[in-house]
């Protein structure tokens, strides 16, 4: 369970975690967090604990009350997220290497020549969409093209 301290001075607030109920990185980056509003120190005063120490910056028009509020509530979130990145860890990794495999461009001339194309499966076309110039456009038969050369004359 957390504790919260706030020195003689008033101007200081201090927090102990219990790293068993909150990961070391959710601590770190709930600490992060708060750099623009106040000075952090980070300790260790036991083994299962962190000391977490949140002294104001000149201007900052806020209660130690609210910044404990604030801190322990950025806490959650950021042990929620990490909960969430290790749940997701398989998911992130093929969405990573997929983008990566992507950027990469699309193959090389060597990568062209290295692939093997004589397997006839490589160019099924069941639709019969795919055609060769040269069967699009062959000539036509030798009566076909007597009648066009008759054609041409008239």
Do not use: H
């Not at 910044?67 to 969430?84: D, K, P, V, Y």
């Not at 997929?98 to 093997?116: F, I, R, S, V």
């Amino acid at each position: 369970m957390s504790e919260v301290q706030t020195n003689q001075e008033g101007s200081t607030l201090t927090i102990e975690l219990d790293e068993g109920l909150y990961p070391k990185d959710a601590i770190y980056s709930a600490a992060y967090i708060f750099i623009d509003r106040c000075y952090v120190r980070l300790d260790r005063p036991k083994a299962d604990k962190i000391s977490v120490q949140l002294k104001l910056k000149e201007g900052v028009e806020r209660s130690l009350d609210e910044m404990a509020g604030e801190f322990q509530n950025e806490l959650l979130t950021q042990a929620w997220r990490s909960q969430i990145v290790d749940e997701s860890q398989s998911l992130i990794e093929q969405v990573t290497t997929q983008a990566l495999a992507g950027a990469a461009g699309p193959p090389g001339l060597d990568d062209l020549l290295a692939m093997d194309i004589d397997d006839e499966s490589a160019f099924d076309d069941p639709l019969g969409i795919a055609m060769s110039w040269e069967d699009k456009y062959q000539k036509k038969s030798g009566v076909d093209e007597k009648s066009d050369a008759s054609k041409e004359g008239e």
